[in-house]
């Protein structure tokens, strides 16, 4: 997500934060200080939109009276933070499986090597480190 929002220059008003201006605008303020305040705040609702639009429904009251993305971006990170030790299992239980994981009889190699690439997707999500060698290995071996 944050890629996406990165891609359309929507980072900012998360990383940096966005506070809306107090009140009506001074009068003495310059053209560009009026446009630029007026394009951050665009930025910011742009961002928030788009938070309020890949949201599932369960999770979208927890975030509609967010009125900064970086509020709605706050809500997902405790909502989906995962304690280290929940990383740790989870970690040891995709290990298991990509040990254990072989091709069926029935199974094409397009099949396998995307079931493969998931839980290898999967543990680097968690932080495991892996190498092109180790996954070519682990098909070569794997292969009926």
Same mark, same amino acid.
């Given at each position: 997500?944050?890629?996406?929002?990165?891609?359309?220059?929507?980072? &900012?008003?998360? #990383?940096?934060?966005?506070?809306?201006?107090?009140?009506?605008?001074?009068?003495?303020?310059?053209?560009?200080? *009026?446009?630029?305040?007026?394009?951050?705040?665009?930025?910011?609702?742009?961002?928030?939109?788009?938070?309020?639009? *890949?949201?599932? =429904?369960?999770?979208?009251?927890?975030?509609?009276?967010? #009125?900064?993305?970086?509020?709605?971006?706050?809500?997902?990170?405790? =909502?989906?933070?995962?304690?280290?030790?929940?990383?740790?299992?989870?970690?040891?239980?995709?290990?298991?499986?990509?040990?254990?994981? #072989?091709?069926?009889?029935?199974?094409?190699?397009? &099949?396998?090597?995307?079931?493969?690439? =998931?839980?290898?997707?999967?543990?680097?999500?968690?932080?495991?480190?892996?190498?092109? =060698?180790?996954?070519?290995?682990?098909?070569?071996?794997?292969?009926?």
């Amino acid at each position: 997500m944050m890629i996406y929002l990165k891609a359309y220059d929507l980072w &900012d008003p998360i #990383s940096k934060g966005y506070s809306p201006p107090e009140g009506e605008l001074p009068d003495d303020m310059s053209v560009h200080q *009026v446009k630029k305040i007026k394009e951050e705040a665009t930025k910011n609702f742009k961002a928030l939109s788009l938070l309020h639009s *890949v949201v599932t =429904e369960s999770i979208f009251p927890k975030v509609v009276g967010a #009125s900064t993305a970086k509020e709605a971006w706050n809500t997902f990170k405790e =909502e989906f933070q995962v304690s280290e030790r929940t990383r740790v299992i989870r970690l040891l239980h995709l290990r298991s499986e990509f040990a254990n994981l #072989s091709m069926k009889a029935f199974e094409s190699v397009k &099949d396998f090597v995307s079931r493969l690439m =998931e839980i290898v997707n999967q543990m680097k999500i968690y932080g495991e480190k892996f190498t092109d =060698e180790v996954d070519v290995e682990k098909v070569l071996i794997s292969l009926t």
